[in-house]
Nanobody
């Protein structure tokens, strides 16, 4: 069982920046997991924001390319999402995700609100 805890959400003005962090439980081989961030806005389906594979390859959702950056620190069991040039449409609950073969784990989410 992998526990994922997100942090860093909050209220930010349009054009601002925010950094989300996800800490995974200790005792796992964190480097073996593909990690990702997803988000779900009210009334919408959950969508991919960014992924970082265990080898370090990254993938981004079209709406965040060039604005968001995902990174991981395998020594600290953490994955980070740096967000800049935030827009009101980025408002959502952001979830951390970990995948290893057929296993998949989710955090409880952290709310990001972009509003003036």
């Amino acid at each position: 069982q992998v526990q994922l805890v997100e942090s860093g959400g909050g209220l930010v003005q349009p054009g601002g920046s925010l950094k989300l962090s996800c800490a995974a439980s200790s005792g796992i081989i964190f480097g073996s997991y593909d990690m990702g961030w997803y988000r779900q806005a009210p009334g919408k389906q959950r969508e991919l924001v960014a992924q970082i594979a265990r080898e370090g390859d990254t993938k981004y959702g079209d709406s965040v390319k060039g604005r968001f950056t995902i990174s991981r620190d395998n020594a600290k069991n953490t994955v980070t999402l740096e967000m800049i040039s935030l827009k009101p449409e980025d408002t959502a609950v952001y979830y951390c995700n970990a995948k290893l073969w057929s296993l998949e784990y989710w955090g409880k989410g952290t709310l990001v609100t972009v509003s003036s």
